[in-house]
């Protein structure tokens, strides 16, 4: 939900099959799996006992592959490292394999992207820390669905610092460099939520969007017990007028703003849990200090969507919901109006799809947007006469009309009028 710099800028459900099982059969009597490998994960030896530094594990749920306006699929997901030793590690190299160790090295990330893609807690840069642990954001992008693994794994290159102090000795257990396997995913069957429209009109800039870091990417928060990426896919929609600006003026009003009190449109038919909305407006071009996590969003909407997902609009104007808990709600209503309320620099409607009905805390769903035109991608600049901040638009490849797909990051987009 926070805005970048360039723009000033701006339950997951376990579900379990249960079946009735007649004592009396004695085909009912199942014999427990025996895992061959007796725990050894697959990538190393079974003849001797290796001292890795890294503690590779896989977050969130299983990825579903979505399609994006550049044509490719996207395969958005993290993993996380603890380093064990009492030695700084260095991670040099990444490879994506695609169906086990043994497989086709289908992306790789060198020493800059990856450190530019993980995130350590508490928050830090460089070396991974004696005992800390860190998460690795990884996108993977492919031709077509048909390309996309139904399970990869990582190879992992580091090397090693020199230990802490007194611990020596223990670090003297584990190599200079390393080179790991693990981390694990496997690929989703399910396909993306296809949706409506969050927003009506032209000129809807798609910011922060997947699938590349920015401050959406890099949102992952312990909430609920657990390690969750919480925006993955979600999008910061700003509005530009016919002049391809985004604010006129020198930007300090919010009503200076050419999305600011746009309505928003129910994305789907469903019921409405929860609706925040006596939150104020904050002024653009500060990001708020110190909010309280239960006040990111500002005023917001969640709307059940069904078959366990939750359309979440944040940021809106003070009072401006114009639906309540328990409403019905179908396509295209309009529930509510952009605004800046919540942890946000600029007007904008921050939009996305989850499993709980929360802001942050369920599993972020890929979804696709079942119509729009595309225009093309964006830059921004702010005009240093104070006439405001405008945008350049680079238009395509191949603008047009498209159907289920997600606007990427920095790409403008025309939405059909409201109804």
Not at 40 to 48: A, I, Q, S
Request: charged fraction near 15%; proline fraction near 8%; glycine fraction near 10%.
């Amino acid at each position: 939900m926070r805005r970048a710099p360039i723009v000033l800028v701006a339950c997951a459900a376990l579900l379990a099959a249960c079946s009735s099982i007649d004592s009396t059969d004695s085909t009912a009597a199942s014999t427990p799996t025996v895992d061959p490998r007796g725990g050894v994960p697959p990538g190393y030896p079974l003849d001797k006992d290796v001292a890795t530094p890294l503690v590779i594990n896989t977050l969130g749920p299983d990825p579903i592959p979505v399609t994006g306006t550049d044509g490719k699929v996207h395969v958005a997901y993290e993993i996380q490292l603890l380093n064990v030793t009492p030695r700084p590690v260095t991670i040099t190299q990444v490879e994506t394999l695609a169906d086990g160790p043994d497989g086709k090295v289908v992306t790789t990330a060198g020493q800059a992207e990856v450190a530019a893609r993980t995130l350590q807690f508490p928050p830090a840069s460089g070396d991974i820390a004696a005992g800390r642990t860190v998460v690795l954001l990884l996108d993977d992008v492919y031709d077509s669905r048909d390309d996309v693994p139904a399970e990869v794994t990582h190879r992992i290159s580091a090397t090693l610092g020199a230990a802490t102090p007194g611990s020596e000795a223990h670090g003297a257990l584990y190599s200079d460099s390393t080179t790991q396997i693990g981390g694990a995913v496997r690929t989703s069957g399910a396909s993306p939520v296809v949706i409506g429209p969050p927003v009506a009109g032209d000129g809807w800039i798609a910011d922060n969007s997947c699938c590349v870091m920015n401050a959406h990417r890099g949102v992952v928060m312990a909430l609920g017990g657990r390690m969750n990426g919480a925006e993955r896919y979600a999008i910061d929609w700003m509005q530009t007028n016919e002049g391809n600006a985004i604010a006129v003026g020198d930007g300090t009003r919010n009503e200076d703003y050419s999305g600011y009190g746009a309505e928003l449109l129910a994305v789907a038919d469903g019921k409405v849990v929860t609706v925040v909305s006596d939150m104020p407006d904050v002024p653009p071009k500060i990001l708020p200090e110190g909010v309280a996590v239960d006040q990111l969003a500002g005023n917001y909407v969640i709307i059940d969507i069904g078959d366990g997902n939750f359309a979440f609009y944040a940021h809106m104007i003070p009072g401006s919901a114009s639906v309540k808990v328990g409403d019905t709600v179908t396509r295209g209503q309009v529930i509510g109006k952009l605004g800046n309320s919540g942890n946000t620099t600029a007007p904008h409607l921050h939009f996305h799809v989850s499993r709980a009905p929360l802001p942050l805390s369920g599993d972020n769903v890929a979804y696709e947007i079942d119509r729009f035109t595309f225009v093309g991608a964006v830059s921004v600049e702010a005009s240093s006469t104070g006439e405001g901040i405008f945008v350049n638009v680079s238009e395509g490849p191949d603008a047009g009309e498209r159907k289920n797909q997600l606007p990427l990051y920095s790409t403008i987009v025309d939405f059909p009028p409201a109804a």
